[in-house]
């Protein structure tokens, strides 16, 4: 049973670390935009 | 700072599992190579369960303190329990399709992370209903205790019902010393990971606070 | 006429320091240093959102203040709750009544849970003092508003309290209906301390001793009745609103 | 000795106003009774596997129906505020919990008491024995005791009707699975014998639930 397997493996792993990865990427995106929010925000406030 | 050494410590605890899953550990004799995927899977339900712990101790620190910081780390680890528990459910899975020849199947185990990830899908769907601050912070709390206080009881009854599960042979001692060294590393760096992820997603949870705070003083 | 004096020598039944209260961002309470003297009555006014709700559901125990300290006859709210919550009588928007009950059914649910010694004659004398024995048998759902607002005094009334807290206690009601209301009030008076927030001063400042003015969570004006009359009042809440507005 | 009189008037003011409509309690038979039907039809059995199947229909029933009682038993104290008239009586939220706890349960089994004669009558099963009646009464005392505090966070979000299904379901089902099971085996004539591990999970799940939403329900209810 051995050959076949060795694909299910790497599909977990692949899996595995794509999920992180997006969870990453995600992550990163979200914190992009709320600093440039922020950086906004401050900006307004300064003006007025 | 710290994220930084995180990121150091855990990118470090990877590399040291890769190279120890795929090269260092021999093949188990019953099951193949597919035996492998124990060490990727029992770590990410390791940190499913970490999580979800870390939710269960903030909602109660949060609801004694009602300091917001303890909310924005309930429902970050929350998040990352989640995606962890989703990440046991597809790995789980996969494990099945070769040994068990069904991709899914209503093992005590799966069917216990399945309930599991329903009631913490639950959990963001509270948040999701509940629009005033304060009063999602409690009732999220709320929920991740009843919930985290559920597990045991849920894998109890699930447990003795069905299994096929593999026994959790680890237990038993009869797992080979670089066997369980592989184990312990994989473990490790999962939870380096979870640190990390934390940091991260509680630092995001502290800008959303002050935008929300930003937009208040603009108001008034 | 009593009065909040500042001098120690008379009796407190409620006094608040520093009490806060923020929902979020968003503050609705904000440092209410308040003293009520013992059997005197209190009208608080400001415009909506200003914090009067906030305030009465905390001097009430029902809401938690973020920060600050209430202090009812002496005792600590936060440590003598339930001792404290029996001292009080509340009547709020709602009229906390169960429409499918009757009158009578509602004010015996809430003597047992008042632990109202005597029940059944003291609910008659409630329901004596509302005017609405007659009617004592029939379901709420079936009342007016007006009737359903006297059963909630009623309710308010039932185990004696020695603190009455009225909240916006005029609305819904016509003029002939309040002044019946707090002719009610005072006939039931054995040296009760009234808080009520109103929004109309022609109708509050009559029945009030002190006169508080809210202002988006603080406390813009404080004054006694005797020293005031309407015109003055009016000018004053106009002065405290726009500054505060702007 | 003041927190029972007061439990028990929470509980006996639900009773008498749902005497008074039986809105929940004839909703909530109609329904079970549909669901009981439904499965009649879906799995159209032999009688000799009608055995296995009933245990999980009349859970099936019981939980949706629960779902469905739950779910009215704080709108009451929603429409004119009367939760918060409860918060400012001279008792603690706990009396609450405990009272809106008792009233659920009375209308759970009183809907259970008839459901079961009608679930015997259509499934030709003899639902008369001690076993059964034991097995149902504590599962549904650990239903009532999460369906209360769910219910009462449920009925403060912007989707109750929804939200409280969602929260229930994955949370009692230790209860529902543990009920099926014990329910097969009573039916079945086991005897107590090869219940005890499943009655002992049921029990384990009504002591814990009945101490955590009775410590964290005053947090629930606050403002």
């Given amino acids: 049973m051995d050959g076949n397997n060795i694909g299910y493996l790497f ?28 950086a906004a925000l401050k900006e307004g406030m300064k003006k007025p | 700072m710290r994220p930084r050494i995180l990121l150091g410590l855990s990118t470090l605890l990877i590399l040291a599992a890769l190279f120890m899953v795929f090269i260092y550990v021999p093949t188990d004799k019953d099951t193949g190579i597919i035996q492998r995927i124990f060490y990727f899977h029992v770590p ?17 620190v949060y609801l004694v303190k009602r300091n917001p910081f303890w909310d924005i780390v309930a429902s970050a680890s929350a998040e990352i329990g989640l995606v962890f528990t989703t990440l046991i459910l597809i790995t789980g899975s996969i494990w099945a399709r070769p040994v068990w020849g069904v991709w899914w199947t209503w093992d005590a185990r799966l069917t216990s992370s399945l309930v599991l990830w329903l009631i913490y899908l639950s959990y963001f769907i509270v948040r999701a209903y509940v629009s005033e601050e304060e009063r999602r912070a409690r009732f999220a709390a709320v929920v991740g205790i009843i919930g985290f206080v559920d597990v045991p009881i849920v894998a109890l009854a699930i447990t003795l019902t069905r299994t096929q599960h593999p026994s959790a042979i680890i237990f038993e001692g009869g797992l080979a010393g670089s066997m369980l060294a592989t184990l312990l590393v994989s473990i490790a760096a999962f939870t380096a990971l979870y640190l990390l992820f934390l940091a991260v997603r509680i630092h995001l949870g502290e800008d959303e606070r002050e935008i929300k705070s930003l937009k208040e003083a603009m108001r008034e | 006429m009593k009065s909040t004096a500042e001098s120690s020598s008379v009796s407190l039944a409620v006094e608040t320091s520093g009490l806060g209260k923020s929902f ?7 440092g209410i240093d308040l003293k009520v003297a013992a059997g005197s009555t209190l009208a608080v006014f400001g415009p909506n959102g200003a914090g009067k709700t906030t305030l009465i559901k905390i001097l009430a125990s029902i809401m938690r203040p973020t920060s600050g300290s209430v202090l009812v006859e002496g005792l600590e709210l936060r440590d003598n709750a339930e001792k404290i919550r029996s001292k009080l009588g509340l009547v709020a928007h709602q009229s906390y009544l169960y429409a499918n009950l009757s009158a009578w059914e509602n004010l015996d649910f809430y003597a047992r849970m008042y632990g109202v010694e ?5 609910i008659g004398e409630v329901l004596e003092l509302v005017g609405m024995t007659t009617r004592r048998h029939d379901r709420l759902s079936t009342f007016s508003r007006g009737m359903q607002q006297r059963v909630a005094l009623a309710r308010a009334l039932l185990h004696k309290p020695s603190i009455l807290l009225l909240d916006e206690p005029e609305t819904g009601l016509d003029q002939q209906a309040l002044s019946a ?10 040296g009760r301390t009234t808080i009520f927030t109103s929004h109309s001063f022609e109708r509050a400042l009559p029945v009030c001793d002190d006169v508080v003015i809210l202002e988006r969570g603080r406390i813009a004006y404080k004054e006694q009745t005797c020293n005031l009359n309407l015109d003055s009042l009016k000018q004053k809440y106009q002065e405290c609103t726009q500054a505060v507005g702007k | 000795m003041k927190f029972w009189p007061r439990v028990m008037a929470i509980a006996w003011k639900d009773i008498l106003s749902e005497l008074r409509t039986k809105e929940i309690i004839s909703s909530v038979l109609v329904f079970a009774v549909l669901v009981l039907v439904i499965f009649d039809f879906a799995f159209d059995l032999a009688p000799n596997l009608m055995l296995e199947i009933a245990p999980g229909v009349l859970w099936v029933a019981f939980a949706f129906a629960g779902v469905l009682a739950l779910n009215r038993a704080f709108i009451p104290e929603k429409e004119e505020n009367c939760l918060e008239g409860l918060m400012a009586c001279p008792v603690g939220r706990e009396a609450i919990y405990v009272g809106k706890a008792l009233g659920s349960l009375f209308f759970m089994l009183l809907v259970e008491a008839v459901i079961l004669p009608i679930f015997a009558l259509l499934f030709n099963i003899a639902v008369l024995q001690p076993e059964l009646i034991v097995v149902t009464l504590l599962a549904t005392v650990g239903f009532v005791a999460v369906g209360t505090i769910f219910s009462a966070l449920a009925v403060n979000t912007r989707a109750r009707e929804l939200v409280l299904p969602i929260l229930f379901l994955p949370i009692v089902s230790p209860i529902i699975i543990s009920a099926v099971k014990a329910s097969a085996l009573a039916l079945g004539g086991t005897g107590w014998g090869g219940m005890t591990s499943w009655l002992s999970i049921i029990l384990a799940f009504d002591v814990i639930f009945m101490v955590v939403p009775f410590l964290v329900f005053p947090y629930v209810i606050e403002e």
């Fill in chain 2, 44 to 60: 990410v339900a390791w940190v499913a369960f970490l999580a979800f712990f870390v939710t269960f101790v903030a909602g109660i």
């Fill in chain 3, 181 to 190: 209301m707090w002719d009610i009030i005072h006939r039931d008076n054995c």
């Fill in chain 3, 24 to 30: 979020g961002n968003h503050q609705a309470l904000r």
């Fill in chain 1, 11 to 38: 599909a977990a792993f692949g899996i595995i670390w794509l999920m992180v990865f997006i969870y990453v990427f995600i992550l990163l995106r979200r914190e992009k935009s709320l600093r440039r929010e922020i």
């Fill in chain 3, 118 to 122: 005597d029940r059944g004659k003291r």
